[in-house]
């Protein structure tokens, strides 16, 4: 009996062992993407100010065009145009930009559930993720400078309105 349940520790403690073995180099491959998902949401957070910004700037101009005549009013209702179609740019960059932080956490999780259960993660699925969380960042990256690009149209609309009498 006593050799028995010595046998049965030592499986244990090899089978521990050879957890820990395949544990540390998942641990090495899921540092990217854990990087990655610290990178995106300083994105995020950029985003997130920038597209309050530009909520609370339509809250301001739409107040004032209430009030104003209507010469100054095709100037200001471009502007609101523009304001909105920079609120809908940063809000689909800001969904991409989740979807990619979703992908990257999906990743690290099939990475250690994988190398936990022994299951012979293949290299499609973790190859897939990480195109999925790129291509999420890609579009966000490119709506965010939609965004950057729009704004520079609506400070032209300002500027042109202060400089003509």
């Known amino acids: 009996m006593t050799g028995t349940v010595a046998?049965?520790?030592r499986t244990l403690h090899a089978d521990r062992d050879m957890h820990l073995s395949t544990l540390i180099p998942t641990l090495q491959l899921a540092v990217g993407p854990v990087i990655l998902i610290?990178?995106?949401?300083?994105?995020?957070?950029?985003?997130?100010?920038?597209?309050?910004?530009?909520?609370?700037?339509?809250r301001e101009i739409a107040g004032v065009c209430r009030s104003i005549t209507a010469p100054d009013r095709k100037r200001v209702t471009e502007q609101l145009r523009i304001l909105m179609t920079r609120a809908r740019l940063l809000r689909a960059a800001i969904a991409a930009a989740?979807?990619?932080?979703?992908?990257?956490a999906l990743l690290v999780i099939v990475l250690f559930v994988g190398a936990m259960l022994?299951?012979?993660?293949?290299?499609?699925?973790?190859?897939?993720?990480?195109?999925?969380?790129?291509?999420?960042?890609?579009?966000?990256?490119?709506?965010?400078?939609?965004?950057?690009?729009r704004s520079l149209g609506a400070l032209k609309l300002e500027i042109e309105g202060t400089l003509t009498p």
């Open 7 to 9: 046998f049965h520790l």
């Open 38 to 58: 610290s990178g995106i949401g300083l994105l995020l957070l950029s985003m997130t100010t920038r597209f309050g910004r530009t909520i609370d700037r339509t």
């Open 98 to 104: 989740c979807l990619s932080v979703l992908f990257a």
């Open 118 to 149: 022994g299951l012979a993660v293949t290299a499609p699925v973790v190859g897939g993720l990480f195109v999925a969380c790129m291509i999420g960042l890609i579009a966000s990256l490119v709506m965010y400078i939609a965004d950057i690009n």
